[in-house]
């Protein structure tokens, strides 16, 4: 009852009065190029969803025959898991491709890794990858549904989703929703797509940085940035802070962990400054006591576990929108 809800709002209009809307993308590579509408149904189907989360059997048929790889070229712990259940509760097979221990440390490269992966007889990749753009090259050598699962600095469309889908549930509106990105955005791909997500949503965006871990080309991104966190704090509805990115960072890009803490680490501290109800939010895995002190990691205005919960039922929606279109197009 609950997927067949589901499948009638997501592939077309339930009501006469909503405009019609068909999903058509049998890839999702990223937030950017996304409309406002599309956007928006994505999270309005996984809103569907996570009433299975909440059921005791908590399996729908959807993708019942369908085989989903989760194709992880960098560690993973949240992602991969939760793509994995997502599709094990659309009752999809899923394989679990790791690099470390697949022919890649042979030399196989990705295009024949792809192909020989879907000669078995594959309908879904879902792909992380150090490089920017990896997924969208898979587009070009195999005819799956491909999920960008994080690539390089670029995006990483459902963590941004997942995001936007925490902070509605408590602000239904984001028009005007004052949101902070703080810390390493140069090396984030999460900051990436959070901006395009939230952007074309209606809220504000600042990011948050010293200098050296501000992005390059911020001039064309719609955000403000601000290179003082307790400047605008007080004034802020949400506060992302993301994690510094050690493995990525080449040379030192600021002084000190500790004067990093003081300037732009989430203390309980700087807390006092913030708006008594600020969402306080970060993707994982955390650095305690770098970017947030564990008190306020744990604290009430913490929604960073609702995030990893959230973040089951958005990846059933993309799983299921991707394939959706598959069987659009195919009834063409
Ligand atoms: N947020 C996130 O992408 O976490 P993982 O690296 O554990 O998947």
Redesign the pocket.
């Known amino acids: 009852m609950v997927e067949k809800t589901i499948e009638k709002r997501s592939v077309k209009t339930t009501t006469k009065n909503t405009p019609k809307f068909i999903w058509r993308r049998k890839h999702l590579l990223g937030l950017q190029d996304l409309s406002r509408e599309e956007l928006i149904h994505i999270l309005d189907t996984a809103k569907g969803f996570k009433g299975i989360s909440k059921r005791s059997v908590k399996k729908a048929p959807t993708l019942r025959g369908k085989v989903v790889v989760n194709l992880f070229f960098e560690?993973?712990?949240?992602?991969?898991n939760s793509f994995t259940l997502a599709a094990s509760r659309l009752s999809a097979d899923v394989l679990e491709f790791t690099a470390k221990t697949s022919s890649v440390s042979k030399g196989e490269t990705l295009r024949d890794t792809a192909r020989n992966l879907e000669a078995m007889g594959i309908d879904i990749v879902v792909i992380r990858h150090s490089a920017g753009g990896a997924p969208h090259l898979l587009t070009r050598c195999i005819d799956a549904c491909i999920i960008n699962a994080?690539d390089g600095y670029h995006e990483?469309p459902t963590?941004g989703l997942l995001d936007i889908f925490s902070i509605r549930e408590l602000r239904p509106d984001l028009s005007g929703l004052k949101v902070a990105i703080v810390g390493d955005i140069a090396h984030s791909r999460?900051a990436r797509s959070n901006i395009w997500g939230l952007h074309k949503l209606g809220a504000e965006v600042y990011l948050v940085a010293p200098p050296t871990l501000m992005p390059s080309g911020i001039e064309k991104m719609p955000v403000t940035p601000c290179y003082n966190f307790d400047e605008i704090i007080g004034q802020m509805d949400v506060l992302n802070m993301l994690r510094v990115q050690f493995e990525r960072i080449g040379s030192s890009v600021f002084p000190s962990v500790l004067e990093y803490s003081r300037l732009f680490g989430l203390t309980v501290e700087r807390m006092k400054r913030a708006k008594k109800d600020v969402i306080v939010m970060h993707?994982?895995?955390l650095n305690r006591g770098l970017e947030i002190e564990s008190e306020v990691a744990d604290g009430p205005n913490s929604t960073i576990l609702q995030q990893v919960s959230n973040g089951v039922a958005v990846r059933m929606a993309v799983l299921f929108l991707v394939n959706q279109a598959v069987v659009l197009e195919k009834k063409k």
């Open positions: 560690d993973s712990t949240r992602t991969r994080g990483h963590q999460v993707p994982g895995p």
